[in-house]
């Protein structure tokens, strides 16, 4: 089955305009059927020896919520410690979460016994199941943005915090926690881009040729 023209420019402009959203969520509700369609397509997204590790836990329990914004909150401190201090005042005025402001939190887990112990393709590489589990996160997002909906990562919070909230088994790995909401807009450039973090790099100094550190296209 092709991608004719105008499905192709629908999908790079849904790349392209997708964001981490931190401050635009309205509390607007999610309907099943839009939460639906969104998880099925993080469930469509490819896993090393078709492991399918991942879990995702919807969470809309304003108490639960207020658990891990707290236990944000700590880690947030903490990491604004390890900065220098110019970067350390910088870090405290970026808003860094959205988890109060979001009707939904999406936790998605990586089972890294699922199918095993022994899995094609991991034999090498016994990472590569968080890393089928960040595809599926990277589908959702791109869902959820066809959807007009906002996605947030948050990273900032310990998972003893994440698990204790959500009753996580010990030996399931948390990948990420995710604001999930309508959003009052989306904004055309990454928030720490626009508040001077750091900009984006150049594309061609991302791609190299035949070796690392050959970046024009001597063929
Ligand atoms: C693995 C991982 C973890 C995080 C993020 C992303 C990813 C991929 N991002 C979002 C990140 O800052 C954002 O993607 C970049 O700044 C680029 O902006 P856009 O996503 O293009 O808007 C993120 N953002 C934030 O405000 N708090 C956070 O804890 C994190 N953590």
Not at 31 to 39: M, Q, S
Not at 41 to 64: C, E, L, R, Y
Not at 99 to 109: A, F
Not at 147 to 170: F, R, T, Y
């Amino acid at each position: 089955m092709n991608i004719n023209q105008t499905e192709r420019d629908a999908v790079y402009k849904t790349i392209f305009s997708r964001r981490d959203v931190r401050a635009e969520f309205k509390s607007d509700p999610i309907p099943d059927d839009v939460l639906g369609r969104i998880l099925k397509a993080a469930h469509h997204a490819p896993s090393v020896g078709f492991m399918q590790p991942w879990d995702f836990i919807v969470v809309k329990n304003q108490q639960t919520k207020e658990k891990i914004k707290h236990g944000f909150e700590l880690a947030h401190a903490q990491s604004a410690a390890m900065f220098t201090d110019d970067k350390s005042q910088s870090y405290k005025k970026l808003k860094l979460e959205g988890i109060l402001e979001s009707p939904m939190g999406i936790c998605v887990t990586c089972d890294r016994s699922r199918n095993g112990p022994i899995i094609l393709g991991r034999t090498i590489k016994p990472e590569m199941d968080l890393y089928s589990t960040v595809c599926a996160i990277q589908n959702l997002w791109l869902a959820a943005r066809a959807e007009n909906i906002g996605i947030g990562w948050v990273s900032i919070v310990h998972d003893d915090v994440i698990k204790e909230a959500l009753q996580i088994p010990d030996d399931i790995n948390i990948v990420a926690y995710l604001c999930v909401g309508y959003v009052s807009h989306f904004n055309d450039q990454p928030d720490l881009e626009k508040h001077g973090w750091l900009a984006r790099r150049p594309l061609e100094s991302a791609i190299h040729f035949d070796s690392w550190n050959n970046h024009s296209d001597n063929k």
